[in-house]
Nanobody, 121 residues
C-alpha cells in the first residue's frame, strides 16, 4: 500500500494550489490531509469520507480549502485558495481503513511522503 502526494510548490500570498494524493494497493474509506510547519505539531487540515458526501475541515482552512476525491482514480485532492504565509508547511496525505474521521494523526493507518507548500508574502 502506498500514498503518493504531489502538487506542492511556491505561491504568492493570495494564490492557489491543488494537491493530489493517489493511493495504490487498496481503497480507503477515509482520506485526509495534515500539515506540519517547522517547530510545530502536525495539524489536521481536511478529511473526506466515502464517495465525498462528508467532508471535514480544520478551523484555520475552512472556507478557503476544499477536499474532494475521485474513487475511480483512487485519488484525493486538496484545492487551496486564498493562501496565506501561515499556510506554509509540509502537507501530508493520510488514509484510514474505517469510516471514522479522526482529527488526530495517530489515528490514521497510512501516510504519504509529504509535499512542501511555501506561501510568500
Amino acid at each position: 500500500v502506498q500514498l503518493q502526494a504531489s502538487g506542492g510548490g511556491l505561491v504568492q500570498d493570495g494564490g492557489s494550489l491543488r494537491l493530489s494524493c493517489t493511493a495504490s494497493g487498496r481503497t480507503f474509506s477515509t482520506m485526509g490531509w495534515f500539515r506540519q510547519a517547522p517547530g510545530k505539531e502536525r495539524e489536521f487540515v481536511a478529511a473526506i469520507r466515502g464517495s465525498g458526501g462528508s467532508t471535514y475541515y480544520g478551523d484555520s482552512v475552512k472556507g478557503r480549502f476544499t477536499i474532494s476525491r475521485d474513487n475511480v482514480k483512487n485519488t484525493e485532492y486538496l484545492q487551496m485558495n486564498s493562501l496565506k504565509p501561515e499556510d506554509t508547511a509540509v502537507y501530508y496525505c493520510a488514509a484510514k481503513t474505517s469510516w471514522v474521521v479522526p482529527r488526530i494523526p495517530a489515528e490514521y493507518d497510512y501516510w504519504g511522503q509529504g509535499t512542501l507548500v511555501t506561501v510568500s508574502s
